[in-house]
């Protein structure tokens, strides 16, 4: 079992699973339930199926085959970027939007207070921002984008 040590920071979040479904593009993978899996927060990425496993879904780069064994590594570069969209974007927005419209709005406007008016640009930014990064996820799911790899960082075990 080999492992890429190119990012040293998620040098040791590997986990080994099982190929149960295979394409040519994706692979389902369900992985070995652990102790830490109650209490963990990120469920959404592995959620339990019907059975109770957790299963993740991604992309076949090792052209595996239903029953191969892999090893799941996280893609910190992906996990940045992901993270990014999602969570700066809609936060410079709504800065820029707020301290942007403090600029351009120096009273209140027909009866609304000019904070109630700051607030309400940012969140008009934060929507913005959401709609950009909904288009962008969409975008990414046809390049493959995953921030999990059972790629060149990992082998096959068979």
């Known amino acids: 079992m080999q492992m890429n040590t190119e990012n040293s920071f998620f040098q040791n979040d590997y986990e080994q699973g099982t190929v149960i479904a295979a394409d040519d593009h994706w692979v389902k993978v369900e992985l070995v339930s652990k ?3 109650h209490t963990c927060s990120a469920k959404m990425l592995c959620q339990p199926d019907r059975s ?15 029953g191969d064994q892999v090893v799941i590594e996280q893609v910190g570069k992906s996990q940045l970027r992901l993270t990014a969209m999602q969570y700066g974007l809609p936060l410079m927005l709504f800065l820029g939007f707020s301290i942007g419209g403090s600029y351009l709005i120096k009273a209140d406007s027909f009866g609304i207070p000019r904070d109630v008016l700051l607030l309400l640009l940012g969140l008009f930014g934060i929507g913005i921002g959401g709609i950009g990064t909904y288009i962008w996820c969409k975008r990414q799911i046809k390049r493959q984008f995953s921030v999990f790899s059972a790629g060149p960082g990992s082998n096959k075990i068979n």
């Open 52 to 66: 109770g496993n957790r299963v993740l879904n991604i992309p076949n780069t090792l052209q595996a085959q239903v």
């Open 35 to 37: 102790s830490v899996c």
